[in-house]
């Protein structure tokens, strides 16, 4: 059983930064994805970034330019870097792990861009 835990949340002004952690516990080896997703209130999740665990990485596109998702295989974590946030950033920001079919959400953390 996979469990992740994100950090790095809260409340930034336009134009600002955040970066966002997740600590993956309980996965094993071998090829899996993680991503980070959000959900903006009244709106449905939606995929913002992934990564392989080769290090391909994939955005959508009103994020590329401005976000970058990266992970520490060795550590288990996966960070997404924020920058020049828009207030259409606010929302709920969700890890997200999968391997061999298998998917495990974490719990999330709010992201809120409003001056």
């Known amino acids: 059983q996979v469990q992740l835990m994100e950090s790095g949340g809260g409340l930034v002004q336009p134009g600002g930064s955040l970066r966002l952690s997740c600590a993956a516990s309980?996965?094993?080896?071998?090829?899996?994805?993680m991503a980070w997703y959000r959900q903006a209130p009244g709106k449905q999740r939606e995929s913002v970034a992934w990564i392989s665990s080769g290090g391909v990485t994939t955005y959508r596109d009103s994020v590329k330019g401005r976000f970058t998702i990266s992970r520490d295989n060795a550590k288990n974590m996966v960070y997404l870097q924020m920058n020049n946030l828009k207030p259409e950033d606010t929302a709920v920001y969700y890890c997200?792990?999968?391997?061999?079919?298998?998917?495990?959400w974490g719990q999330g953390t709010q992201v809120t861009v409003s001056s």
């Open positions: 309980g996965s094993s080896s071998g090829p899996n994805a």
């Open positions: 997200y792990y999968s391997r061999q079919g298998q998917i495990y």
